[in-house]
Every structure is written in C-alpha cells, then in structure tokens.
C-alpha cells in the first residue's frame, strides 16, 4: 500500500452521502494514532463504515520517536478538513449525535509507519504540509501492528462495503438514525411576515440573523425608546417588580425574574425545572408596551403580546446560558414564534448560536432602548444567551415580549391570537377573541403581590399579622433562616408564629415554607429548635384541618385519601413510637437517623398539607408538596406505612385525571392537571417503587379508581411519554425512568406481564425522540429490561423486527454514555447477550454480530474501568468530565478528547463550562442538606441492579465460555483474554 496521508473515513448513519462536515482537531501534544483510535472507538463504539475519505489537509505535524512506546509520534497540532473546509472538535460529537454519524480514524500506510519499531524516524520540527509521511514497513507487516483493529473490522476498513440497504419496512427506523431534514418551509410559503417588513417604513431595523434555510430570523433596532423613557422604565422595573431569584440545583440562578401575564393567564413561567408565577402586567409596562408595539408593526392593542418575562442582571456577572426559548406556552419550536425584546440600562452582548450544525454564531451589542426580535422557527433552531462580563457593573433589566400559544391546563385560557393565522394575514382581522376562561372556573382573584419583608426581619406583632397570607409564610421563612444563621433568637419567632391568627389562611403555603427551611437547615437547629419547629407544623395542620372543616369542599387530611381511612385511625403516636424503633435498629450514621426522626415526626403535620397540594386547586404549591411527599417517603421505614400511600392516587389523577368520588374533576381537568409536572412526581413516585416494596406496585389497587396499582403506573408512563410539546421531553424521560425502575427492583417474573406493554411504547417513542435526556433514559431503559429478563426481552424485539437495529444502536451509543449509572446498565444487558451468545441461544442476526459485541465489551468495560478509576481518585467531581491522566503531552490530548466527550453528552446544552445548563435544572435526586451539601435520594433506592458489579458480571462469562468460544474471543479482539480478565479480577476485588 502506498504511502498517503492519515486518512478520516467518514459516513453518515443513512450510508448515504459523508456528513457535511466533520473533524476532529487536536491540540498540540504528542499522540499516536493507534491512541487516537483507540479513544475515538471508545468514544463513538466500534462501528466503522468507510466512504468518501476526508483527507488530512493540513499535517503540521512533527513526529517524533518515542522509545517507550517504540512508535513514532505525531506532535503538533492536527487539524482535518472536508472539501477545503477546516473541521472543529465541537462539530465531531455534534455530527455524531446530530447526524448519527460514525466515525474512525485509520492511518493505513501512516498507520504502519507509526507502528514500525524498526522505522523510527528521527524527530522532524515540522512538515511539508502536503508531504505525506512516509511508509516503512511492508503493508502485511503494518496490518499486524493494527492491533486496535478487529480482522473483520480491518477488513472492512481497507476494503469498504457498498452503501448498507435502508432499514426493514417493517421495522420503523428509530430517529437515532434517521436525522430530520433541517430545512423549514419557506417563509413565502407559510406566509410569514417579519417586523422588519411590517414596521414602519422610516424606521431602521436592521437584520441580525436572516436564515432562510431554518426560517430563523433576528432583527435589531437600536435606541426604540429614547435615553429619558429607557431610564424611567428601567427605574420602575427595578422598583415595582417583586424579582425573584429562584433556586436552580446549584444554588440560586445567576439573575433575577419576573414573569407577568395580562388578561388574567395564571400560566407560570417555566425554564428547566423552574416555573415561577404571574403577576398582571403594572400600569408601567403597559405603557411601555403601548410605545414599543408600534415600533414593531403591531399597532392594534388586539395584536399585543399577553406576556413578559422580566430579567434583571444587577451586574456582569449575572447571566443567562444558551437556551431557546422554547417553552411549552409559547410553542416556538413547532410554530413560527415570535419574540420581542427590550433591553434597558447596561449594554450587554447577545449572543445566538445554531443548535446543530453547521454552526453558526451571531452576536449584539444591546444597549438601552434597544429592540431585538427572534422570529420563525429561531427557538427550534437556534440557541441564545447573555453571557457574563464581569467589567459591566451596571444592571441591566431585560423584557421579552410573547404571546401564549397553549395556556396550562390549570389556567385553562385560550389563546388570544391563533399563533399559525397571525403571521400569514400580516393582519389581526381573523383572529380568535379575547382570553375566555371556561365556565367551570370561578374568577381568579388577583394573587396579593409579594415582597419580601426587609431586614432584619420584622418581629413587632400587629405588622407581622396585618402582612398578607402569602407575605406572612414569607415572613416566617426568612425568620426561620435567621434563627438558623444565629442572627435571630428563636424565643422571639416562634410564640409569634405559633399565633393562630398568624397561621389562618395560610396553610399551605406556610406548611410548604417551613418544609423549604426544615429541609434547608436541618442540620443547623438544635433539638429545642427541631422540636419547636414541629409544634409549628401542628399549628399548620391545624389551620389545614380548619380550613377543610369550614368547608371549601377541598380534602384537607389524610383520612380523606381512600385507602388510609384504617392506616390514619393508627394514632400519630403509634406510627412515630413505631418508626423511631425502627430507626433505633438502623445502622446508618447519626445524621440519618436524625433526619429520619425529623421526617418521621412530620408525617402527621405535613400529609394534610401534602393532600392540599396534590389537588388541583393546590397547584402553586404542587412542587412544594410532591417535595414533602419525597422526602417522607424517603426516610420513613420499609415498607412505606400505609399512611404514606395515601397521596399516591392523587399522582395518577394528576397525571392521567379520573373523576372519583372523594375527587370530582371539571371538565377541563379531566385529563389531570399536572401532567407536566413529571419530572417531579417522579420522585416520589421512585420512592413507592424502590420502597414500596415493587411487589406492592404489582399487587395494590386503588379501590376508589377500581384499578390495580401497576395499571396506573402504565398509564402515567404511556400518557406522558407520548405528551406532545416543547419540554415534554423532559417529562418523557421521568416517565422512561419510572417504567425502568419497575424492571431494575422487580425480580423476574413478577413485572414480567408487563414488559412487552413497555417495550412496546419505549419503542413507539424512540422514533421521535429529540434530546440526548430521552434518548439515554430510552436505552438505559431497553437495557435495563434486558437485564431484568433476557429471553423474554429478546422476544419482544424479534416479534417487533427491531432485535438489529436496536443492538446496533445499542452498541453505538453505549460509548457516549458518561454516567456511570447509565453505561453500567447498558454493559450489564450486552453482557446479558453474550450469556445468551455463549450459550448458543440468540437469533440468528444477533449471532453473527458476536465478535462486535465482545469487541464492544472490551472496549467498553476497559472505558468503564477508566471511568470508575476517576470517580474514585476526584470524588468530588462530576462523573462525566473525566480526564486521563498521564504524561503532560497526553493531558492536552485527552483535555480535547474529554471536550468532545462532554460535548457528546450535551447535545442539548451543548456548551460544557455553561453553569447555567446545570443551575436551571430542577429537583432531581440530589437536594440540598445543610452546609450546602447534596444528599442523594438515589442512596435510599438501591435496586437489585445496583448491587450487580457489571465488570464481575461480564468477567464470569468470559470465564465460563468453553475453550473454544474463549479463543475466539482472543481472536476477535486480538489480544489476551487471561490479560482481560485479570484485569476485570483486580477491579472487582478493588471495588468490593
Ligand atoms: O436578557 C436578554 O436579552 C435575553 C433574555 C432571555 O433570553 C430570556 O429571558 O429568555
Ligand atoms: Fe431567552
């Protein structure tokens, strides 16, 4: 073979064309190529296709020799090109997930060259950058030193098939290989109209983004409003709004929010797992948005947009990460969307940036009385953020004008413009009427507007009672805290807050605000607090059962939840006197046992508050409860008391709706209220499952509802896993990993009924799937019951046709999965496989990908190992943002390949430093003890998948096979299987 330049063989998931662009640049750093296969394959699985080569363009690389490793090295920086273009890390990984594309790197005579022992070149400072390096070793010889290669791998590389043949009819090929077409309608087409073209003629927008492809449009108009009105709105934003900062998962969010609704709307706004409340729209900005409308070709009040998402960045270093406004209400990303925006006060950058490739990035500079648009389909297909600049001091508040397109089930408007007839008219003339809220809704009363009680906290009795309900729970959290933080003396808040008058009306919201501060400052209360705290949540429950008792037709106590009318007749004595002894026999630290005590003792005061939230009228406080029903059912014994199962009917009709008697549902929310609210019921919902224990989810019915408890889990897992909508995938994802729950508790057969129901749906799914969330909680979710029963799973996948398809995509992706939670699942069902390959029991299509497999298993579980190797050495650290260690030449190296890794993770958020992408996201598992402190919630489930060792899984059956399957295996992977296992033996015995 002749000697030529490294070579990148590239084709895309449709064997069709090579993918636009594709790269993979390396730093400047010595490595080998066989090194760089090696984590490439890791990485992106073993498949290598070959078509269309993409040639090292530009190979400024010196190599030099290293003794050690008896190669030549290349130094230098790599960089690879297509058709002339230069090709980017970040884009490799998004090729992969974006495009499903594949890729590998072979070196076929450089190859060779590197791998010579006898052909070390003295070190060269640079290259030719046209001049390939030479070959020094004979072709048959070179190929032998391929030792990274697999023969029917090799084989494939240096001879590449025809194009494969389009998937199966049958078997509907799954989105992780069919990547949607990018391109969108012309906007000639649907008729859109941009504010640039509908705006007044003289004035001067100029466009920021125009992308006719993706119809994504931006537009900017500079100084809209004046320096006099800029200052007068910014002045009364900073002063009448009620900001908010709310808490993301690594403390607060690095700005300050409103969100306000006209006509009414009771939507909250939501971004990742946060969703705050509206307030009406103040005299102030509907002045402001009286000036601006017009500025933007929307003279007609009826036009206006019903919403306003208020920032305020009090500095440069607060925020917002690249996101896309995307949110359900305003349906961005299957409609054309438009949005508007008002920046007022300090000048800050605005960035937009493609989601997918081919990337493109835009930036504004927004001063003060600036107007920016985003219009058409930019939220589908663009990102944006306001990125820190710790130079500018000033704040800055931003508006963002929109219009619902899809009000909450809770506040049941409709929109006030038909969001697919506003653009093509250009005019309002046809649009629907007004926001009408349905008859079976009483009126909503404005909700008191909050503020927060200044400091140091107000103590003199009669102002405290005249505060309104909402500010009075306020009030007592931040008292709580103070007296937390030693700054206040409990002696002095809690007579107050035990004052009845002082409770009355605010029952849930003063149980919830207590909960938050318990749950907060556990650890920082005496035991005199922790006591007088509990009084506390006696006189919330007191005010809970007044509240029901007079009457407002809403359940208050846990005796009214069907199914622990005889559990709740139990004293509150009996139960705790029952759950300390069993916290006396646990062995678990101090700590636990406290916060065990501490959550037991408040089952009696906070299930009544809990009730209130689960029912529709109690929605502003859902995640507060469904928060409380956590934690309880966390702590408290196995298996979970009867008491506690009591809200778990209450999670379905949230979920799927059902009229009982003890719950009449109007109309409207006869399919739930909460659907949307997955993400967070799945907490709880994980509690009954792990803790239950499974066999109650198996056996239990719910009397009132007349269904068995397994039928409703399968219903709140098909209903939200199919839910329409931005952002229900999020949701979709907490549904698959529910369902996967049910199969990594349960041992076989007792949810063996249930498993070709779930594969069926999972399935279904997978065809539309959009996010990498999903996408890894629908493998981890396939191989989960894999795990759980081999044959029967297998059954499935044949009877449907998708056995091929589904292993190859398998196979593929189980290199991107990072959490070591998620990879180790997945390796246990492809270990599963290879029981059934040694046994000589798998389908025929499966047989002949064997040496795949076990190529696949060595690769990964030595990844695994890796992978293991770094959590235990960096504790602290995230588990996906593993580096290698190694030489300081290796470090950079792997710091490139560490980015791409990350970058394959995040294909959602896409940009690894982006702090934001990980503070917006909601309550999931890892909550805040005191001192800031994660408690994994994850550690009070352990399933009996958990307490599998993977590694010592995949070694018995190395070692079980019969000699002659074990010399294949050698084969296959070309080197030592005694050296593989030993390997696996170390590791086993380490981790025990
Ligand atoms: O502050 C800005 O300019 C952008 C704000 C934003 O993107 C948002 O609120 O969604
Ligand atoms: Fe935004």
């Known amino acids: 073979m002749a000697a030529g ?29 066989g090194r760089l296969a090696e984590r490439l394959r890791s990485l992106l699985g073993e498949q290598v296709w070959a078509q269309g080569p993409v040639e090292l363009r530009q190979p400024p690389l010196c190599r030099r020799s290293d003794a050690s490793l008896g190669m030549n090295v290349f130094q230098g920086s790599l960089q690879l090109a297509l058709d002339g273009e230069p090709l980017h890390s970040a884009a490799l990984a998004r090729s992969v997930l974006h495009d499903g594309a594949v890729v590998d790197v072979v070196a076929d005579s450089v190859h060779g060259a590197l791998h010579s022992e006898e052909a070390v070149e003295p070190a060269q400072s640079s290259a030719p950058a046209e001049r390939p390096p030479k070959a020094a070793a004979s072709a048959p010889a070179r190929r032998a030193r391929l030792d990274f290669l697999t023969p029917a791998l090799r084989q494939q590389l240096f001879e590449p098939p025809p194009p494969r043949p389009p998937p199966a009819a049958e078997a509907k090929a799954p989105e992780l290989l069919e990547p949607s077409r990018l391109e969108e309608e012309p906007r000639e087409k649907v008729g859109l109209r941009l504010v640039p073209d509908r705006a007044p003629a003289e004035l001067r927008w100029r466009p920021a983004v125009v992308d006719e492809v993706r119809r994504s ?60 409340g509206s307030e009406p729209f103040p005299a102030w900005l509907k002045e402001v948005t ?62 937009l940036k493609t989601a ?40 800055r508040v931003n508006l963002t004008w929109r219009w619902i397109a899809s009000h909450e089930p809770r506040c049941g408007l409709q929109p006030t413009v038909d969001m697919r007839k506003r653009h093509p008219a250009g005019d309002a003339g046809d649009q629907g009427p007004r926001a009408k809220r349905p008859k079976t809704e009483a009126p909503q009363a404005a909700a008191p507007r909050r503020k927060r009680p200044s400091r140091p906290v107000e103590m003199e009795r009669d102002k405290v ?55 907060g400052n556990s650890r920082l209360f005496s035991e005199e607090q922790a006591r007088v705290l509990q009084e506390e949540c006696a006189v919330a429950q007191r005010f809970a059962s007044a509240a029901q008792t007079t009457g407002t037709k809403t359940e208050g106590g846990s005796d009214s939840i069907p199914g622990t009318a005889e559990a709740s007749q139990r004293t509150q004595e009996d139960q705790m006197n029952l759950r300390l002894k069993e916290l006396e026999d646990m062995k678990d630290s101090g700590e636990q046992q406290r916060r065990c005590a501490l959550f037991a003792n408040l089952v009696g005061p906070l299930l009544p508050i809990v ?58 929310l006869e399919g739930g209220w909460a659907p949307d609210f997955m993400t967070n019921i799945l907490e709880p919902m994980l509690n009954y499952v792990a803790r239950g224990p499974v066999e109650v989810i198996f056996s239990g019915t719910w009397s009132e509802g007349n269904m068995t408890y397994a039928d409703m889990v399968f219903n709140m897992v098909k209903k939200v896993l199919h839910m329409p909508g931005v952002g229900s995938e999020k ?35 997978v065809s539309e799937v959009e996010t990498r969330d999903l996408r890894q909680a629908l493998l981890v979710a396939f191989a989960t019951q894999m795990w759980y029963n081999t044959e029967l799973f297998l059954r499935c996948t044949e009877q449907s046709g998708v056995t091929a398809q589904l292993f190859e995509v398998w196979m593929n992706k189980i290199g991107s999965l990072k ?41 990964q579980s030595k990844e695994t190992l890796r992978l293991r190797h770094k959590a235990a050495s960096r504790p602290d650290e995230e588990e996906d943002t593993d580096s290698e260690d190694g030489t300081a030449d290796q470090g950079q190296v792997d710091q490139v390949l560490r980015k791409l890794q990350m970058a394959s993770e995040n294909d959602d958020d896409n940009e690894d430093n982006d702090s934001e992408a990980l503070s917006d996201e909601g309550f999931d598992g890892m909550v805040h003890a005191a001192g800031g402190k994660l408690v994994d919630l994850n550690a009070q489930r352990l399933s009996r998948l958990d307490r599998i060792d993977e590694l010592a899984a995949l070694r018995e059956v190395l070692q079980q096979a019969s000699p002659d399957m074990q010399r294949q295996f050698e084969a296959w992977v070309g080197g030592s299987l005694h050296e593989w296992i030993a390997t696996l033996t170390t590791e086993t015995a380490r981790s025990k």
Not at 628 to 653: E, K, N
Not at 833 to 855: F, I, T
């Open 819 to 859: 959490r070591l939670r998620h990879r180790k699942v997945a390796l246990l069902g492809l270990v599963q496989l290879l029981r059934m390959g040694c046994a000589q029991a798998l389908p025929a299509n499966l047989a002949q990908g064997l040496p795949h497999l076990v190529c696949t298993l060595a690769v």
């Open 356 to 395: 997918a490739e081919p990337f493109e990035m835009h930036r504004l500079l927004l001063r003060s009385g600036d107007l920016c648009t985003m219009e058409g389909l930019m939220q589908k297909h663009y990102l944006h953020r306001v990125p820190k600049e710790r130079h500018y001091c000033e704040p």
């Open 217 to 276: 449009f931006a537009a900017h108009l500079p100084q809209a409003l004046g320096p006099k009105d800029a200052d007068r709105f910014l002045a009364a934003a900073v002063r009448e709004v009620d900001w908010q900062q709310p808490e993301g998962r690594w403390g607060p969010i690095p700005r300050k929010t409103a969100w306000l609704t006209a006509g009414g709307c009771r939507c909250r706004y939501g971004y990742g797992g946060l969703r705050i």
């Open 465 to 519: 009672l005249a505060m309104p309900a909402e500010v009075r729970a306020r009030w007592l959290a931040d008292a709580m805290k103070a007296v937390a933080a030693s700054e206040l003396d409990p002696s002095s808040v809690f007579p107050l807050a035990a004052d009845p008058e002082f409770a009355a009306g605010v029952n849930e919201a003063l149980g919830a605000r207590m909960f938050r501060v318990l749950r």
């Open 731 to 765: 949701d979709a994802a907490a549904a698959t990993e529910l369902a996967t729950a049910l199969f990594a508790h349960a041992a076989p057969p007792v949810a063996d009924a249930w498993l070709p129901a779930y594969f069926a749906e999972f399935w279904k799914r």
């Open 290 to 351: 009286a000036l601006c409308m017009p500025l933007c070709g929307l003279p007609d009040e009826k036009d206006w947009p019903d919403s306003c998402n208020l920032n305020l960045y009090e500095d440069g270093d607060h925020s917002v990460g690249w996101h896309a406004d995307d949110e359900f209400l305003f349906q961005g990303k299957f409609t054309d969307c438009l949005i508007i925006s008002l920046s007022l006060g300090a000048t800050r950058w605005f960035e």
């Open 5 to 33: 330049p490294l070579r990148l063989f590239v084709r895309d998931a449709r064997g069709q064309e090579p993918v636009p662009r594709l790269v993979a640049a390396l730093p400047r750093g010595g490595l080998s190529v």
């Open 611 to 668: 009730a209130r939230a689960l029912h529709p009228d109690g929605i502003d406080f859902l995640e507060e409860g469904l928060e409380m029903l956590t934690y309880l059912t966390s702590f408290c014994s196995t298996p979970i008391p009867t008491a506690l199962w009591g809200p778990f009917p209450r999670l379905y009709q949230a979920v799927c709706g059902k009229s009982t008697a003890s719950l009449q549902l109007p109309e409207v």
